[in-house]
């Protein structure tokens, strides 16, 4: 599923990174490579803020909708 499905507090797996070459590799620039743990620290309209590798990156709707990932089931 995209990563833009999640809402604040969810918690992912990066599974795939879509897009042409350049925008793959500004997203791995940017931590985003797979089986890396994100956590969305807010999102509105599809724009986001995670965290990703001890970092906090802010996501337009476009490139949060290339980041393909599963979510992590909460554990209670």
Do not use: C
Not at 1 to 30: C, F, K, W, Y
């Amino acid at each position: 599923m995209p990563l833009t499905v999640l809402g604040t507090g969810e918690r992912a797996v990066v599974r795939r990174i879509g897009g042409n070459q350049e925008t793959r590799s500004h997203l791995a620039d940017l931590g985003f490579v797979t089986d890396t743990v994100l956590s969305v620290i807010q999102s509105q309209d599809g724009n986001m803020i995670v965290n990703v590798k001890d970092s906090r990156l802010a996501l337009t709707k476009e490139m949060a909708s290339k980041i393909m990932v599963d979510e992590i089931a909460h554990s209670n």
